[in-house]
Nanobody, 122 residues
Framework: QVQLVESGGGLVQPGGSLRLSCAAS????????MGWYRQAPGKERELVAS???????NYADSVKGRFTISRDNVKNTAYLQMNSLTPEDTAVYYC????????????????WGKGTLVTVSA
């Protein structure tokens, strides 16, 4: 079983910054893609950013230029640096990982963290 644990959320003023962390642990061979999603009150979950094992990144247009996703493949940890935060960024942020469970079988499993709350308010 693979577990993802997010940390770093909290209350921040508009224009401020936060850095989220996602640590993966458990039985796994490798992690392909890691990503951050968010779900604001009354809205559906949306992709914020993703990063491949090779370091290629994708961002939602709403966060491009403000957020930066990165990962440490040794620590199995992903990060999301969030700058110039606005109230529209308020949401529960979830970590996602696409995990290869065996070195011999081409099978991947998707896992989710429980989320960390980010509140941007004056």
């Amino acid at each position: 079983q693979v577990q993802l644990v997010e940390s770093g959320g909290g209350l921040v003023q508009p224009g401020g910054s936060l850095r989220l962390s996602c640590a993966a642990s458990g039985s796994m061979f490798s992690i392909n893609i890691m990503g951050w999603y968010r779900q604001a009150p009354g809205k559906e979950r949306e992709l914020v950013a993703s990063i491949t094992s090779g370091g290629s990144t994708n961002y939602a247009d709403s966060v491009k230029g403000r957020f930066t996703i990165s990962r440490d493949n040794v620590k199995n940890t992903a990060y999301l640096q969030m700058n110039s935060l606005t109230p529209e960024d308020t949401a529960v942020y979830y970590c996602n990982a696409d995990v290869k469970v065996s070195p011999y079988i081409a099978r991947y499993m998707t896992y989710w963290g429980k989320g960390t709350l980010v509140t941007v308010s004056a």
